[in-house]
């Protein structure tokens, strides 16, 4: 079946130009990020795993632009006239060495943003249980991720348009099982941190230091992750060549969703024990107590003298 939808070659400039703009924003927001996680903080203190993936996710985005600028610049400028087919048919050849790297990226890219979740998800519960089925989810996205790089790397031309039965089975699985992970440990998580609220809420005169924004906070963003998600899944399935504009848009939105999540936070929320909630301070985060300064405490001794008559009093 023939795909439908906008041009290949129109696709790839429109979606390069939406992912450049995203990926603006992310770097902005990691930018900020680091400064929340390093504000008035030791470098011991700083959580370095939180640090390490937000690292890693600016590297992977890094990595993604500008090997889509690549891709739009050999297909519009350097191969412009010797491609068989023009550009469109460049950009629908799925065996490009381009294309192969930037599925790779991307498969990399949602392996550790959806892992993410599943983390703070264990963090709050405390449990194994509550992310089994996440966690095996996250396995079937490694594998279905890995075998779809593969069949389009070795795509022929009977196989080589995306939504072939040999690459678009694995794809679809890719992005369902993506979407299912996504919705199960954010809907967990929101849950549980909301029944924490519930219960304190119950034996607490005020509400000084709800964690009700932490719920507003994973709410937003897995609804963004996850509609984005949800429209590249839909533009699959029905063969829609607006899938990829989508796939390149997802990029900088696992940042971005990683990255508001800490940023908003540490603006919503002055006591940073509730960043540790979800696994994003320091100490707290690891099971170590925080600790407290303590004041100079002014102590006024009064000793009493008796004698036979009087008593006095002296200080």
Sequence with gaps: MASRGIPLDTAAIFSTVMEGI?????????????????????????NRPIAVVAFMLLILSTAHM?????RVEQG???????????????????????FVVKNIIYTMQTMVGDGMVIYRCYVVWQSVWIIIIPSLLWFGITVCGCIAVYSVSQATSEAGNIFAKATGQWIT?????????????????????????RNVSAIRATKRGSMMP????????????SVTLLSTLVCFVVENNGQYVMLDMIMPIISIAFYMVIIRMAIKTRDHSYLSTVGMGSETARGTPQQYHMKPMEVH??????DDNTSKSAC
């Design 22 to 46: 995203l990926y603006g924003f992310s770097v902005l927001m990691f930018v900020g990020t680091m400064w929340t996680l390093s504000y008035k903080r030791r470098m011991k203190e700083i």
């Design 76 to 98: 519009l400028v350097t191969y412009r006239n010797t491609f068989p087919g023009g550009p469109e048919a460049f950009f629908a050849d799925i065996a490009q060495v381009t």
């Design 173 to 197: 699985a890719f992005y369902a099982m993506t979407l299912a992970s996504n919705l199960w440990a954010s809907g967990f998580l929101a849950y549980r941190i909301w029944r924490m609220e």
């Design 214 to 225: 932490i719920v507003r906070v994973l709410a937003d963003a897995a609804i963004l992750y």
């Design 66 to 70: 500008i090997v889509d600028i690549i």
């Design 301 to 306: 001794i009064s000793r009493i003298m008796h």
